[in-house]
């Protein structure tokens, strides 16, 4: 099983480029996120998606944009990227039978590290 | 500010010592989850907590969440080199309208042989 696969896993980008990262599922879970960590921060929430055709904005998406076309992928994507979207980028999925149904935990992807310069 | 508070921030031990760390909020929760974050991958998902005053044990790592499920605590027993990394707890807000985890900043335990 791949699980939640990201790419790419490292990238450096100049100040005010652009570029998506890319997630993928493959356990046919309704719902994905979005999350950045930062040394000392935990994970803050950037964008989820409840399912294809809905996202919604989490904590931080300031600068982000995402699309949920299909069940299986969620790309975030960074439009004139800036130092302060130095940081290391997760996407995870999960599986709810309704909105307030049992949590079952996140399966999480190995990240993106990203450096902007 | 987090809604969920861990402490200490960092740990570090000799293999076969035991330590705690501990995970606690003003708010009540639902039920609490435990991931561990090693380096360079993301966090895998340990145990979650549902009952007020539950203990679920892990091997060597023991979870439990307390009465007023506003805290939480994971303790681990003769610790191994193998119990390194990041511990993550996380939870849904009081007022989350859809299930999603905030995570509290994390404790770093390093084990050395």
């Known amino acids: 099983n791949a699980g939640v696969t990201q790419t790419p896993k490292f990238r450096i980008l100049k100040i005010g480029q652009s570029m998506t990262l890319q997630c993928t599922q493959d356990m046919n879970h309704n719902y994905m996120y979005w999350y950045r960590q930062d040394p000392g921060m935990g994970l803050k929430l950037i964008y989820y998606s409840v399912g294809a055709g809905i996202t919604d904005k989490g904590e931080v998406p300031n600068g982000y944009n995402v699309s949920r076309s299909t069940t299986e992928d969620f790309p975030l994507r960074l439009e004139l990227a800036a130092p302060s979207q130095t940081s290391v980028y997760f996407c995870?999925?999960?599986?709810?039978?309704?909105?307030?149904?049992?949590?079952?935990?996140?399966?999480f992807g190995s990240g993106t590290r990203l450096t902007v310069v | 500010t987090q809604l969920l508070e861990q402490s200490p921030q960092f740990l570090s031990i000799q293999e076969g010592e035991n330590l705690t760390v501990y995970c606690n909020s003003s708010s009540v929760f639902s039920s609490l989850q435990w991931y561990r974050q090693e380096p360079g991958e993301g966090p895998v998902l340990l145990v979650t907590v549902v009952t007020g005053g539950e203990v679920k044990k892990l091997k060597r790592l023991t979870f439990q969440f307390g009465d007023a499920r506003k805290d939480s605590s994971l303790h681990i027993t003769a610790a191994q080199p193998g119990d390194t990394g990041l511990y993550l707890c996380a939870g849904v807000g009081p007022t989350d309208s859809w299930g999603k985890l905030q995570f509290g900043a994390g404790t770093q335990v390093v084990v050395t042989p």
């Open positions: 995870a999925s999960s599986y709810r039978v309704r909105k307030t149904g049992p949590n079952y935990g996140y399966t």
